[in-house]
């Protein structure tokens, strides 16, 4: 059957729907390109003609900006944008993914008739299917985050699939997700109809215009080098796809973007006998690895195969990656599994099989925002095959950023600053990629790590740990450990251990825990970020005074937990900082906020002072020793006494321990124990976000960070919560888990996440007080599955401080024995 699918396909030709289905109505032909004068200057220009571009520059015009440059090296739209297979699909693991698929689906159903440009707009609905119990699981969490949201879904059976679309086999399912407001759209038309309503507000676009490089000056983007002149202009926005990469090489300050492109199939049949109605639901199979949709009465199947094909930029033009050849060995898996799905096509004639570009990035998350090393320098690309979903909102969150200063919701995890430099090489994207792309449709369960691309930074501790039987997991690039492996445990089975129950290093986890509270241990933090801030003068101290809301004039050797916020009273960075002398500081923060951090303080800090910033996170290990015997043993090794009247709560010496001199020693851990305090300077001193916090303080605010244990949650037997499951107070949705763990001293589930108090009549955010959080009912939605929860706004430190006091009793009892 596949020997006559291929011959069949060997004799046809492109036909005239599939050449015109991207048609560039409004580019101009080479020669009047060539005619055409670019402007000498802009406030913004934007590298890119395709669906991103296009969207940032309908929404800066929208936000008021005018001055406005588009550049397309090709034909508008006629990019990676116009081979997009035009599936619109909200259901997405992160809750900011799945809102920025909202707004786009929102803001397509309505550029038809905002701009009288045909967009192929059609409401069909996507059904996603599930051939396993723990695919089933998967799509209730994501049911549940997209009903809080407003996003109607709902679990279906099998037989409801069959209804919905009669040409599926369904006798292998077990359930699937319906998701009725989902669409289908020509994507190239929606980049054109958004050029012309960005053109109508003032916007220049030109096409056949290629960017060379950026141009830079001490940290600023001063103008843009084409290859018909320069363009002097505030920002740049690289928009370029799969030629982001290379954009920001080519750059006089380069700049790290990391992605990396992939060769994506997807074939074209010919109407069937009866034809698809447009409004038949697409199908999304991913333990089949394919999708399906309509396409014109016939069928548009593509697929993410488990071998990806890496696409090699560097050295070649755009034409040369534009034209990929049909592989049908390569995708022979992808069609097999098509045709068990839809047994009847295998008679079908099939038109065409595209190759298609297709960017993915380290971690499967686009990216967005502001380069951290050079200022008006911002970047939207690697959609990780999702760019028509997020192309709307992804294009409104950026045209925020840079309107405002920051977008309308928090994008931290698509921030191009949570990448760091060893995760933009060549070789680390192309090992990765082949990872990323097949991961797209693979089941993800809670604490997964890749496996790709490892190994990249590591403490000095590294190879005695892992030969103590250590399992890592990677955060930015650190390899860090999870727990280690008895050496009765088959290592095998943990490592290919998935659930969304209790997981097997359970046991494990609970008896290292155990030690820690009846012992001693030694926790390897090495990866946590570590900058020193130092001055010839007080300039230290004034400008970290500025920076971060805590007072920070405290006597040599202090401590102090501070936040770093921004203009509106938000969290950019927590940490801890020691005065180390009066015109020296120690910072430390988490692993992930290194680029961000520093990026922060080099922004806010004076440019020509006597101040130095430098980061040493590498000049150090960090080890955390905790548990009850740990002042006897860092007494017994230092030959100092490290009781609490001789080395008082956050406090920060330099001493000998061991064999070893200057090391400074720190009383204070990051295991658990309660967390940063915010405190608020009464007089004299300012720092940034002073006002909005005072504001807050005295206005309320919206949202409060509250921790929940679950009641009536059988860990053996009931899923577990992980992160992202919907809050509800009273029965009504308040908001989200953040993060969610097991307590072993609690015995119970503990989960964290910000609550809301949404009004009932008009939806809209009232103040949060602690009393509306003390006096609610609440419950946590674990797919689907609501367990009861008790709210609280500080730490559970009553059983830890009785267990203490029991503890110390039992051990005088000991002594005087």
Not at 15 to 40: D, F, H, I, K, Y
Not at 101 to 127: F, M, P, W
Not at 227 to 236: L, N, S
Not at 486 to 508: G, N
């Amino acid at each position: 059957m596949f020997c006559r699918l291929l011959s069949v396909v060997g004799r046809q030709r492109t036909s005239p729907g599939w050449q015109n289905w991207s048609s560039a109505r409004n580019s101009m032909s080479a020669a009047e390109a060539r005619s055409v004068a670019l402007p000498t200057q802009a406030q913004v220009v934007i590298c890119g003609g395709g669906i991103m571009g296009t969207s940032v520059a309908y929404h800066l015009s929208k936000m008021g900006w005018k001055d406005i440059v588009l550049l397309e090296q090709g034909r508008l739209a006629a990019g990676s944008t116009r081979f997009c297979a035009g599936i619109l699909s909200t259901a997405r693991h992160l809750t900011i993914e799945q809102k920025m698929a909202d707004y786009s689906n929102k803001l397509y159903h309505q550029l038809e008739q905002e701009t009288g440009i045909q967009t192929g707009y059609t409401r069909t609905g996507s059904v996603f299917l599930a051939q396993t119990q723990d695919r089933l699981i998967s799509l209730k969490r994501i049911n549940s985050r997209l009903n809080v949201i407003g996003i109607p879904s709902e679990i279906i059976s099998p037989k409801k699939v069959a209804e919905l679309h009669h040409l599926l086999n369904v006798h292998d399912l077990v359930g699937a997700m319906h998701v009725p407001e989902d669409a289908v759209v020509s994507s190239a038309d929606v980049a054109l109809a958004l050029a012309s309503a960005a053109s109508q507000n003032g916007v220049q676009i030109y096409d056949q215009t290629s960017v060379l490089h950026v141009m830079v000056k001490k940290g600023q983007v001063t103008g843009v080098e084409t290859d018909k002149g320069q363009i002097e202009c505030q920002y740049f926005v690289n928009c370029a796809g799969q030629w982001a990469y290379e954009l920001g090489l080519s750059n006089e300050e380069p700049i790290s973007i990391p992605l990396h492109a992939c060769e994506h199939f997807y074939l074209l049949t010919r109407p069937l006998e009866t034809p698809l109605q447009s409004s038949t639901p697409t199908i999304v199979d991913a333990d089949g690895r394919i999708y399906i949709r309509n396409w014109q009465g016939g069928i548009l199947s593509g697929g993410f195969e488990k071998n990806p094909k890496p696409i090699f930029t560097e050295g070649k033009n755009q034409l040369e990656i534009q034209n990929l050849q049909e592989d049908w060995d390569h995708f022979e898996p992808l069609l097999s599994s098509l045709l068990r799905r839809m047994p009847e096509l295998e008679s079908l004639e099939i038109m065409k099989l595209v190759n298609c570009p297709e960017t993915f990035t380290p971690d499967m998350r686009c990216i967005m925002g502001e380069s951290p090393a050079v200022q008006g320098y911002f970047v939207l690309a690697g959609m990780n095959s999702a760019g028509l979903s997020f192309g709307g909102g992804a294009g409104k969150y950026l045209a925020e950023w840079m309107v405002h200063g920051y977008p309308s919701e928090n994008v931290w995890e698509l921030d191009l600053k949570r990448f760091g430099a060893l995760q933009s090489s060549r070789t680390f994207l192309r090992h990765r990629v082949m990872e990323v792309m097949p991961l797209i449709y693979d089941l993800k369960v809670p604490r997964w790590d890749f496996q790709t691309g490892r190994q990249l930074r590591t403490s000095p501790l590294y190879d005695r740990l892992d030969a103590q039987g250590a399992r890592w997991m990677e955060k930015h690039g650190f390899e860090r450990p999870k727990y280690f492996v008895p050496p009765d445990k088959d290592l095998l089975a943990l490592e290919q251990s998935k659930t969304f129950y209790k997981p097997d290093w359970f046991d494990i986890v609970e008896s290292e825990v155990k030690c820690c509270k009846e012992a001693v241990c030694v926790i390897d933090m090495s990866s946590f970020t570590k900058f020193e801030i130092t001055s010839t003068g007080d300039q230290a101290l004034e400008v970290l005074q500025y920076l971060f809301s805590n007072d920070l004039d405290v006597p040599v050797g202090h401590i102090v937990h501070t936040g770093m916020l921004n203009e509106v009273g938000g969290y950019e960075n927590d940490c801890s900082i020691a005065r180390l002398s009066k015109r020296s500081f120690f910072m430390i923060s988490p692993t992930d906020q290194q680029v961000h951090c520093w990026a922060w303080l080099k922004k806010h800090m004076p440019k020509d002072s006597n101040l130095l910033l430098e980061d040493v996170t590498w000049k150090y290990t960090a080890l955390n020793l905790i548990g009850p015997r740990a002042v006897d043993v860092l007494s017994e090794l230092s030959y100092a006494p490290m009781t609490p009247d001789h080395f008082p709560s956050l406090f920060c010496k330099e001493m000998s321990v061991g064999y070893a001199n200057g090391i400074r020693v720190m009383s204070m851990t990051h295991t658990g124990e309660p967390g940063f305090m915010l405190y608020i300077p009464i007089e004299g001193m300012d720092f940034i976000g002073r006002d909005a916090l005072l504001q807050q303080k005295q206005n309320g605010v919206y949202k409060r960070f509250t921790m929940f244990i679950l009641d009536d949650h059988d860990t053996d037997l009931d899923l577990w919560p992980w992160w992202g499951e919907p809050i509800y107070r009273n029965g009504q949705y308040v908001g989200k888990t953040t993060s969610s763990a097991y307590s072993y001293s609690l015995e119970r589930h503990v989960c964290l996440g910000f609550v809301h108090n949404f009004s009932e009549d008009t939806g809209e955010e009232q103040v949060v007080t602690a009393d509306f959080i003390n006096r609610g009912e609440y419950e946590i939605d674990i797919a689907g599955y609501r367990f009861q929860a008790k709210a609280k706004l500080y730490p559970v430190a009553s059983l830890f401080t009785h267990k203490r006091r029991k503890d110390d009793m039992e051990l005088s009892d000991l002594h005087g024995k």
